[in-house]
T-cell receptor, first 118, second 113 residues
Framework: DTEVTQTPKHLVMGMTNKKSLKCEQHMGHRAMYWYKQKAKKPPELMFVYSYEKLSINESVPSRFSPECPNSSLLNLHLHALQPEDSALYLC?????????????????FGDGTRLSIL | AQKVTQAQTEISVVEKEDVTLDCVYETRDTTYYLFWYKQPPSGELVFLIRRNSFDEQNEISGRYSWNFQKSTSSFNFTITASQVVDSAVYFCALLSGYSTLTFGKGTMLLVSP
């Protein structure tokens, strides 16, 4: 079992649907991340939240909308997605965002949500 | 700029063989961290090891060992006496300064019985 919990594990949706992916961690981490991973590729960073504020948006299309309601929760709201958005969406958390500290702790990942767009 | 190169796309071995996964990195920062993650078919990225740039000690954890060499900018990962359960994609990653985590392209390891 991972310490980062993602729901749902699988999601199939049409291009006109609205759905949300959820991520939760109770490790007291202050940085949370959304990644998108296509088959046989490394994870690609989408968003970073640091202390509940959006820190990085890697030029992600507006049909993906992140939300951080509190320090333990991270949502990804989906609307009007395209078939090419089908992928594994991974959530991660870490104690801090940056690696310029003496004791940076690694990112811990959830199991991911496998998203299929019809 | 940061870069991680995993030149081996796919490796196939027979159970009980030893296997080494290569990782070469580039960064201009003097303080940085290197990681190895394992991703089984189920999808979760499992953290295996973290190494900071000031600690060149090699590490062994059971059948796993890591060889960090700053002189060649490499952080290689060896599995001794491989098992079928080791079959997965392995990612090497780099974090430095104010950059985000940079992953290599991954090496798929297939261990057959």
């Amino acid at each position: 079992d991972t310490e980062v919990t993602q729901t749902p594990k699988h999601l199939v949706m049409g291009m006109t649907n609205k759905k949300s992916l959820k991520c939760e961690q109770h490790m007291g981490h202050r940085a949370m991340y959304w990644y998108k991973q296509k088959a046989k590729k490394p994870p690609e960073l989408m968003f970073v939240y640091s202390y509940e504020k959006l820190s990085i948006n890697e030029s992600v299309p507006s049909r993906f909308s992140p939300e951080c309601p509190n320090s333990s929760l991270l949502n990804l709201h989906l609307h009007a997605l395209q078939p090419e958005d089908s992928a594994l969406y991974l959530c991660a958390s870490s104690q801090d965002q940056f690696g310029n500290r003496d004791s940076y702790q690694p990112q811990h990942f959830g199991d991911g949500t496998r998203l299929s767009i019809l | 700029a940061q870069k991680v190169t995993q030149a081996q796309t796919e490796i196939s071995v027979v159970e009980k063989e030893d296997v080494t996964l290569d990782c070469v990195y580039e960064t201009r920062d003097t303080t940085y961290y290197l990681f190895w993650y394992k991703q089984p078919p189920s999808g979760e990225l499992v953290f295996l090891i973290r190494r900071n740039s000031f600690d060149e000690q090699n590490e062994i954890s059971g059948r796993y060992s890591w060889n960090f060499q700053k002189s060649t900018s490499s952080f290689n990962f060896t599995i001794t006496a491989s098992q079928v359960v080791d079959s997965a994609v392995y990612f090497c990653a780099l974090l430095s300064g104010y950059s985000t985590l940079t992953f290599g392209k991954g090496t798929m390891l297939l261990v057959s019985p």
